[in-house]
Structure formats: C-alpha cells, structure tokens
C-alpha cells in the first residue's frame, strides 16, 4: 500500500473556504477508495500565497509515495512554481493526487491536463464580465 502525506489548507483559496477538518475527511475517503495509506496531513499557514508547508512537504517527498492535496487549487496560483512540482514530482517518480477532482499527475501529460484546469479556472472570472 502506497503512503501518502495529505496536503491541506488553513485560509480560502480561488473564492472557496473549506473547514481543516472537511478537507481532511475529503482526503481519507479518497485514499480508502484508492487504496493509499494515509498519512497525517500537513496544514499551510494562513498568509495569503504562503506555500512554506508544502515546500516542506515536497523536501519530504522521498520519504513517501506521494502527496494528497485537497484540491489542484492549493497548489501555487504562479504557474512556474506549479511547473517546478510538476517536474520535482515526476523526476523522483512519485505521485501527487487531489481528492476533490479525483486527479493525479505523475508523467508530463497528466501534468498538462492539471494545467489545462488551472487555465479555465483563471479565466471564469473575464467569462463573468461578459455576461453581465
């Protein structure tokens, strides 16, 4: 069975506010209907655009099997940043899963599909200034 260390956030992000305790409920489901064992998860810190704690996470990454984020939204907004997880996570072939979407990424083309999402989310907001 594959260890994975939860990922989860303390603040809202993309618009979204979910209690500690729910994303952690999210992730435990989805590692018992994935067969994964769950490790504690870890918590970021509340400052807005902080990813201290998944830095750390991601410097722990060879004692795991992976990582199970809440959603592909905790990841940094910054696409660069995302792109260096991306490539960390594949180079040390591992896997990064996100419990709310029922994704995960561990080669460059599940990588462009996360990326994918991450675009049409950024732009909804310009979508919205059309309709109205």
């Given at each position: 069975?594959?260890?994975?260390?939860?990922?989860?956030f303390?603040?809202?992000?993309?618009?979204?506010?979910?209690?500690?305790?729910?994303?952690?409920?999210?992730?435990?489901?989805?590692c018992?209907?994935?067969?994964?064992?769950?490790?504690?998860?870890?918590?970021?810190?509340?400052?807005?655009?902080?990813?201290?704690?998944?830095?750390?996470?991601?410097?722990?990454?060879?004692?795991v099997?992976?990582?199970?984020?809440?959603?592909?939204?905790?990841?940094?907004?910054?696409?660069?940043?995302?792109?260096?997880?991306?490539?960390?996570?594949?180079?040390?072939?591992?896997?990064?899963?996100?419990?709310?979407?029922g994704?995960?990424?561990?080669?460059?083309?599940?990588?462009?599909?996360?990326?994918?999402?991450?675009?049409?989310?950024?732009?909804?907001?310009?979508?919205?200034?059309?309709?109205?």
């Amino acid at each position: 069975m594959n260890k994975v260390r939860g990922y989860i956030f303390s603040r809202p992000f993309m618009g979204e506010r979910v209690p500690q305790h729910v994303q952690n409920l999210v992730i435990r489901d989805y590692c018992n209907r994935n067969n994964l064992q769950f490790l504690l998860s870890a918590t970021e810190y509340a400052m807005t655009g902080c990813h201290l704690i998944h830095e750390q996470v991601m410097d722990e990454l060879s004692e795991v099997d992976g990582i199970v984020a809440y959603s592909i939204f905790l990841l940094p907004e910054n696409a660069e940043k995302r792109q260096k997880i991306y490539e960390k996570t594949i180079v040390m072939k591992k896997t990064y899963h996100f419990a709310v979407e029922g994704l995960k990424f561990s080669n460059k083309k599940e990588c462009d599909r996360i990326e994918l999402i991450w675009r049409v989310r950024q732009t909804l907001p310009d979508c919205y200034r059309y309709l109205a």
